[in-house]
């Protein structure tokens, strides 16, 4: 498994998808399978490292000349039976060997504004590659494979598997080191939450513009998540849009501990994001008990399946009463949140990594009725 997005600047989303996955997978390999990451040439290659997983593997180029030569076509296979690319960093396809690349969504295509352009163009270019030569792609959700055969179609099959809660977040935490957590993290005692990258894209301008209306709720903005690209500043935008500055407290990359702590303190998790391919934040709120108020992005519909209160991207007035009707209908709240928690039961990273096995197995089956030497 490519486990190169543990060590960019910025994991997101996707790092812990990459994180997650290696471990589930090395917990479910099938008898005779074996789990190994691969890296690109790095300094300190320490943050790939994940429990119970073999490697990293440190291959022998750097990161920009592997991505470059990948996108180019250069046949540097990995090692392994099976390549499992949990982005579009990918290698190209070798004979008698598989690869399976996951697609988180069609952003590219459908925002490529929220990128830069040059990210834009090589998530095209190689997503493209993806759905023309890979063994598969897996999706996290329906909407992102609808809009795949949109935006990319191809001869590869295309799986539809969802991401799942990390255990550290749903398991028990001791009461004293909750409280201890908070303080140190200065926390209100009632807050909205945001957890994600600090990117255009997360639409974070909204929420700031939505809670410093009249109709918002006048509670504080807690925001979780690194810097991305695009320099929101969101202290600046605060103050734009007249939101006092006592109101929002910027935590940063957390830990997933902390996270677990911030979380389940939190009145509401604010996703207002313009466009998303799973809405990982969400699913993680469900599963807390957490009431959620999202856009009406299409995956983050599909991920909440009604127990959200859905707004329409961009809509500062309507992400304010959405955010309202929270706090003022307790009883429906308390209907969303139940449902909330039995929709996400239903998402593990358990079940991920063995949807994940069964398509490698198939494609390595399929390789040698073909007849295919491996090597």
Not at 25 to 53: F, M, Q, T, Y
Not at 199 to 226: H, Q
């Amino acid at each position: 498994m490519v486990a190169e997005q543990l060590l960019a600047d910025v994991p997101g989303g996707t790092g812990r998808y990459t994180r997650e996955l290696l471990a589930a997978l090395v917990s479910d390999a099938p008898e005779g399978w074996s789990v190994r990451s691969v890296v690109a040439r790095h300094a300190d290659v320490e943050r790939a490292k994940v429990p119970g997983v073999a490697g990293p593997r440190v291959l022998p180029v750097p990161r920009r000349l592997l991505a470059a030569g990948w996108q180019r076509g250069v046949r540097y296979w990995p090692g392994g039976d099976s390549v499992h690319a949990p982005t579009p960093l990918a290698p190209p396809p070798r004979a008698g060997r598989g690869v399976v690349v996951t697609v988180h969504d069609t952003v590219p295509w459908t925002h490529p504004e929220t990128l830069t352009a040059h990210g834009a163009a090589w998530h095209r270019q190689m997503i493209a590659r993806a759905t023309a030569r890979a063994g598969a792609v897996v999706v996290p959700t329906e909407t992102v494979a609808v809009e795949l055969s949109e935006h990319a179609p191809g001869p590869a099959p295309v799986r539809v598997i969802g991401h799942g809660v990390p255990s550290v977040l749903t398991g028990a935490l001791d009461a004293g080191e909750q409280r201890r957590i908070a303080r140190r993290l200065e926390l209100p005692d009632r807050y909205v939450l945001a957890v994600g990258t600090v990117e255009p894209r997360k639409g974070l301008d909204v929420l700031l513009a939505a809670l410093a209306m009249p109709e918002a709720p006048e509670l504080p903005l807690v925001v979780v998540g690194p810097r991305g690209w695009g320099e929101v500043e969101l202290a600046a935008l605060a103050g734009k849009h007249g939101l006092p500055a006592e109101r929002l407290h910027v935590l940063g990359a957390l830990p997933d501990r902390e996270l677990a702590v911030v979380l389940r303190g939190a009145s509401m998790l604010a996703a207002p994001s313009l466009a998303e391919g799973f809405g990982l934040p969400v699913l993680e709120a469900m599963a807390l008990g957490v009431p959620v108020v999202h856009s009406d992005a299409p995956a983050l519909v599909e991920v909440a399946g009604g127990h959200g209160v859905e707004v329409p991207a961009g809509d500062p007035a309507t992400l304010a009463a959405g955010l309202r009707s929270v706090l003022e209908a307790p009883e429906r709240t308390a209907e969303r949140v139940r449902a909330g928690r039995h929709r996400a039961a239903d998402f593990t990273w358990r079940a991920a990594a063995e949807s994940v096995w069964q398509l490698h197995s198939e494609l390595y089956q399929a390789s040698v009725n073909s007849g295919i030497p491996r090597g």
